[in-house]
């Protein structure tokens, strides 16, 4: 279990009470996360101090980000994983290089991509696996289904969706308990219909690029910027990443005593 009271309170994901603030690992790969980090032993102390330093309970990877490096990295950090803390994952994105990004919902595909993750992060079960991205070129409901098949077969605990619509979220709703919706939102793109979805269906809501991939602290603040954020709802959980030991110490200081 971790000792450190988490920033920003708690909320509940994926059946785990956890931070409010997580902590997102796309930025610790090289550029267009893509390949290796250029400091190794500081994506690994990053890591270890979101948890252990700052009381962040929540962790935000994905297959695609490298691809594979980050849930590498998190493994090498983190395993065994303490009790209190969820490692969430996606599935169902292609990387053909740097910045490049192809959604491919393939059911082989999306179970290959999830049974790869369980062998990387070292586990029987993903806490929370994503569908990274819902492939329109294939039958959303042939996606969601194989997504329900993990789970019943007890490779996923918990799904949750990436980058959707309040239709998406309804239809997905059909096959699986969502346990979560991770959705870009910030102070510049500030508006999202599925924030008030997933407040009327009671899901919670995970904000990536909650900084803009770091743009905004310098024109906004980290403080101000993340504020904007929790007071959207308590359903509202940022996660946002760094691969600087100091960013992360700042990030976790300027929502202390937030609820």
Partial sequence: MTTVTPPAGTITIAGKT???LGFGTMRLTGPGTWGHPDDHDTAITVLRQAVHTHGITHIDTADAYGPHTCETLVRHAL?????DVLIATKTGMLRPGPDQWVPHGHPAYLRSCAEAS???LGVERLDLCYLHRIDREIPADDQFGVMKALQDEGKVGHIGLSKVTPDDIRDAGKHFEIAAVQNVLNVIDHYDPSLETCRELGIPYVAYRPLDAGALTKTR???ESLAWLLDKGPHVAPIPGTSNPRHLAEIAEAVKGRT
Avoid: D, E, H
């Fill in 79 to 83: 395993y065994p994983y303490p009790p």
């Fill in 118 to 120: 369980l062998r990387r």
């Fill in 221 to 223: 603040g980290v403080a």
């Fill in 18 to 20: 956890v931070s409010r």
